[in-house]
Structures are given as structure tokens and as C-alpha cells.
């Protein structure tokens, strides 16, 4: 079975860091793009974060709110993925989810691939407050 | 970044109804845009990619259209289990954005 099980959320103090943990299994997780997406109570989704695949060099893209406080990274041995979250600040509190980012194909005659969210963790939640 | 402005963001609807979200991007993305269900509590579940594309094993009362700029999610019949929060999200560009979100409620 495909399944992505995060872990890691807890509360920490504002200015504090903390790492978020996601390991799949039922698939190769460096086979694929990987994301993080997050969702602070009573609010709608927000995107954090990609990793590209292997193939693709792990390069990374950020949300520009996050974007030079955390770093999304990997570790091949162990199917899993990682989100080290720096600097935390109160807006930071949300429920955390990793997705996969699957490959479905092309568009426009091959000219740009289409990456869509298909597996979910149940999410782990962090909470920022002094 | 690329906004993406749902609605309405909310609706009450009974079993059987007919209903349509739509999602406008501020600027041409081709069709690069998914929609997304969520229950309360619940991981987001992928429904359609691509614009109209369904996802396997998702009921084909759920359906997409739209490209460029507007897009519209429609479900033909609203079953029971379908009362959730519906997201749209863009993957044209980075960074990624959803939309707010339409809440699907009883009448």
C-alpha cells in the first residue's frame, strides 16, 4: 500500500526550529517529486514547499513566506523526507502534510509536465507560542 | 505569485443537486490546475488533475472543464459523502497557490 506517514510536530517557542519527518512506503520516494503543504486551524491550504526527484537533482522551490527558513531534504536510505523549519514565528502554526507530486504525463504536445498531489499523510501538527 | 479567487466559498445544497465551483487565476495558466476534496480532519484527496483529467477511482459525477483562466468543478448529482471543502490549485508556476476553498454544506 502507498502511504506517506509524517511525524515530528510539537510545540516550540517562537525564534525556535524544529524537523518534520515523512516516510513513505509502498513506492520510492526519490522516484518522485515531494511536497509539503500546510494548513493553520480553521484556514485553507497553503503550499510550503517542493523537492524534485532524483533525476532532477533534488532541487527545491519554496513559498515565499518560508522561503529561507526551512529546507526540504532526504534521505534515500531510509524512503523519507524531511522539512527543518527555523526561525519559527506564530503564523507557522498549521497542521503539516507531505504529499507525493506525481508525474501524469505531458501537456501541449509533450512541452510541460503535469505534477498533481495524488497520496497524502494524515499530517502532523506544529505549534508555534511562547 | 499567481492568485487563484474560488467561489462562492460556501454553498448549502441537498442530495441530488447539481452544483458548480469555479476558480479564475489572475493570469493564463493553461490548464494547470487541479481540484482537491477535503473533509474536516482529513488529508486533501486529488479528484481531477489537468483541468478535466479524473483521477482513478474517483466517481465520474465529479467533473472539470475550463483552461486559460477559468475553471469550473461540477458535481452532477451531490451524494452524501460529497458535503466537504473543495480546493483549487495551480501548478502552472511556482510558487504553487489554492484556492480559498468552497464549503459544501447540507440545506
Known amino acids: 500500500e502507498v502511504q506517506l506517514v509524517e511525524s515530528g510536530g510539537n510545540l516550540v517557542q517562537p525564534g525556535g526550529s524544529l524537523r518534520l519527518s515523512c516516510a513513505a512506503s509502498?513506492?520510492?520516494?526519490?522516484?518522485?517529486?515531494m511536497d509539503w503543504v500546510r494548513q493553520a486551524p480553521g484556514k485553507g491550504l497553503e503550499w510550503v514547499g517542493r523537492t524534485r526527484n532524483k533525476a532532477n537533482t533534488y532541487t527545491s522551490e519554496y513559498a515565499a513566506s518560508v522561503r529561507g527558513r526551512f529546507t526540504i531534504s532526504r534521505d534515500d536510505s531510509k524512503n523519507s523526507l524531511y522539512l527543518q523549519m527555523n526561525s519559527l514565528k506564530i503564523e507557522d502554526t498549521a497542521v503539516y502534510y507531505c504529499?507525493?507530486?506525481?508525474?501524469?504525463?505531458?501537456?501541449?504536445?509533450?512541452?510541460?509536465?503535469?505534477?498533481?498531489?495524488?497520496?497524502w499523510g494524515k499530517g502532523t501538527t506544529v505549534t508555534v507560542s511562547s | 505569485a499567481i492568485q487563484m479567487t474560488q467561489s462562492p466559498s460556501s454553498l448549502s445544497a441537498s442530495v441530488g443537486d447539481r452544483i458548480t465551483i469555479t476558480c479564475r487565476a489572475s493570469q493564463d495558466i493553461r490548464n494547470d490546475l487541479g481540484w482537491y476534496q477535503q473533509k474536516p480532519g482529513k488529508a486533501p484527496k486529488l479528484l481531477i488533475y489537468?483541468?478535466?483529467t479524473l483521477q482513478s477511482g474517483v466517481p465520474s459525477r465529479f467533473s472539470g472543464s475550463g483552461s486559460d483562466t477559468d475553471f469550473t468543478l461540477t458535481i452532477s448529482s451531490l451524494q452524501p459523502e460529497d458535503f466537504a471543502t473543495y480546493y483549487c490549485l495551480q501548478e502552472y508556476n511556482y510558487p504553487l497557490t489554492f484556492g480559498g476553498g468552497t464549503k459544501v454544506e447540507i440545506k
Open positions: 489537468a483541468a478535466s
Open positions: 509502498g513506492f520510492t520516494s526519490s522516484d518522485h517529486y
Open positions: 504529499a507525493r507530486a506525481y508525474y501524469y504525463g505531458s501537456g501541449g504536445s509533450g512541452s510541460y509536465p503535469y505534477y498533481y498531489m495524488d497520496v
